[in-house]
């Protein structure tokens, strides 16, 4: 599945993922910190949906509430539940 997800309260503006079952095949981040944003791409390419939600969910950047980590998680919740709901 390919799958386009715009964070809201982050640097990065789009994201690219695409799951091949409950696996995360790629994930492309687009804007904000280049460096981060390949690194947390990279970490998570071959890793379970459920695993990387579990790890990303909750990072705070700074002050903010949120950050490109949680981001990603929440894109990934969306991809889940779609998911699950065409099953």
Do not use: H, W
């Not at 503006?13 to 695409?18: A, H, K, N, S, Y």
């Not at 981060?36 to 459920?50: H, I, K």
């Not at 695993?51 to 991809?79: H, N, V, W, Y």
């Amino acid at each position: 599945m390919e799958f386009t997800y715009r964070p809201r309260g982050v640097c990065s503006q789009q994201m690219e993922i695409e799951t091949e079952g409950n696996i995360i095949k790629n994930v492309r981040i687009i804007g904000g910190c280049s460096g981060n944003g390949q690194g947390v791409a990279r970490l998570v390419q071959g890793m379970d949906l459920d695993t990387a939600i579990e790890k990303m969910d909750g990072i705070r950047c700074g002050f903010k509430s949120t950050s490109c980590p949680d981001q990603l998680a929440q894109a990934l919740k969306q991809i889940k539940a779609k998911t699950e709901q065409e099953a």
